[in-house]
């Protein structure tokens, strides 16, 4: 096999850097990063939000994608949880406050969630795609999640900002906090800041 040459692209670079990052800094994103972050994740790259950023079975699109800001954590967006908005690139407010500690515990009390400057939540409405695939669907979903996690993780290396991808927590937990229906699943929770040390 040919050497792989980094240098070719930034795209190599960018994912031959990636890494889990556990320790976080106290300085804010800007709500352009945040945009940025969410946008990869599940934004929309057409006028009429045909397509996005990630492929998905049939179009289906089951995943919906939640931002948990912490005091000072974003520069210009007050503390709560918001739902993203892909259509408009945007955001709408589920709870305002801060919800660092209910995060920390819903996570089995991972310090880098708590220590984050903010949470992207991923979850997903099944039937979305089970209406479609049956139980195959199922499969569906966990690939759909995991281009999402992935194009965040990018993102975010490319930004200079560092995540982890979070799977351990009290799903029933998340879900109150968020104020998902018992048919909606919490796959993924990944704390976001600039690293530290």
Not at 114 to 142: A, F, L, Q
Not at 145 to 173: C, E, P, R
Request: hydrophobic residues 40%; proline residues 5%; charged residues 20%.
């Amino acid at each position: 096999m040919p050497r792989i040459d980094l240098s070719s692209s930034e795209l190599l670079r960018v994912i031959a850097r990636r890494r889990s990052i556990r320790r976080f800094t106290r300085k804010p994103l800007s709500l352009m990063e945040v945009s940025l972050l969410l946008w990869s994740g599940y934004g929309c790259v057409d006028e009429f939000c045909e397509r996005r950023t990630v492929p998905s079975a049939g179009a289906t699109y089951p995943l919906d994608l939640y931002l948990v800001a912490y005091p000072g954590g974003v520069t210009g967006l007050s503390p709560g949880i918001y739902r993203y908005d892909g259509y408009k690139n945007g955001l709408w407010l589920v709870r305002m406050g801060d919800f660092r500690r209910e995060m920390y515990r819903a996570c089995l009390d991972q310090s880098w969630v708590r220590d984050s400057r903010v949470n992207i939540v991923i979850t997903v409405v099944p039937e979305r795609t089970t209406s479609w695939y049956g139980e195959r669907g199922i499969r569906y979903i966990y690939m759909e999640a995991g281009h999402s996690g992935q194009n965040i993780y990018l993102v975010a290396t490319l930004l200079g900002l560092g995540t982890v991808t979070v799977g351990a927590f009290y799903d029933d937990m998340i879900r109150d906090l968020i104020g998902l229906p018992s048919n909606n699943m919490v796959l993924y929770v990944m704390p976001i800041g600039y690293p530290r040390g």
